[in-house]
């Protein structure tokens, strides 16, 4: 059995505590918001994501498995829920940044820090979303092969070669959008 440390809140909320679920959330909001942000790239949707996926798991925390992690139960019903939430609006928001850069002895680190982030972002967005999730979860978020395949819903061998295959089309996608450069970032 796993040791969980979520189990005594969960305990409390089903004693009838509801007070403890606020609690919870506080615990995991952050990162719920930051699986449906990667996944429908849209701030106020991502947010309103989150707390569908919150309700969600309170209504259902009955039936919760005690053998496996909250977390992983709660993180799998917000990536559904924003998988959801991007089939049923299934439009495109580009956001546009001013980036203004100040010039200082470090200025051309940060350049170029800046233009490789920018030219990521590019690529992953040419990326479908499994993909991008793949790549954000193990790369980004360092979950393990294990967790990622519990919060997609695919088995660890799955979601390995998914981040492989889709590491070997993000350097495509870098490739066309820099050219040779791309092999120094």
């Given at each position: 059995m796993i040791t969980d440390p979520d189990l005594p809140f969960?305990?409390?909320?089903l004693s009838?505590?509801?007070?403890?679920?606020?609690?919870?959330?506080?615990?995991?909001?952050?990162?719920?918001?930051?699986?449906?942000?990667k996944i429908l790239q849209n701030r106020p949707e991502a947010e309103e994501a989150a707390q569908d996926a919150f309700i969600k798991a309170f209504h259902n925390l009955k039936n919760f498995n005690r053998q496996a992690k909250f977390s992983t139960w709660l993180y799998r019903i917000v990536f559904n829920t924003s998988i959801s939430y991007k089939r049923k609006n299934n439009k495109v928001f580009q956001s546009i940044e001013n980036?203004?850069?100040?010039?200082?002895?470090?200025?051309?680190?940060?350049?170029?820090?800046?233009?490789?982030?920018?030219?990521?972002?590019?690529?992953?967005?040419?990326?479908?979303?499994?993909?991008?999730?793949?790549?954000?979860?193990?790369?980004?978020?360092?979950?393990s092969l294990d967790e990622i395949a519990a919060i997609t819903g695919i088995p660890p061998n799955t979601a390995k070669v998914r981040i492989h295959r889709a590491r070997l089309r993000l350097a495509d996608e870098l490739k066309v959008l820099l050219n040779h450069e791309a092999l120094t970032l």
């Open positions: 969960i305990d409390r909320i009838g505590e509801q007070s403890a679920f606020a609690e919870l959330i506080n615990r995991h909001k952050s990162y719920a918001y930051t699986i449906a942000l980036t203004v850069v100040v010039y200082n002895q470090e200025g051309e680190s940060l350049l170029e820090k800046t233009d490789k982030t920018k030219y990521l972002h590019q690529a992953m967005s040419k990326l479908n979303e499994a993909d991008r999730t793949a790549l954000s979860l193990f790369y980004l978020d360092e979950f």
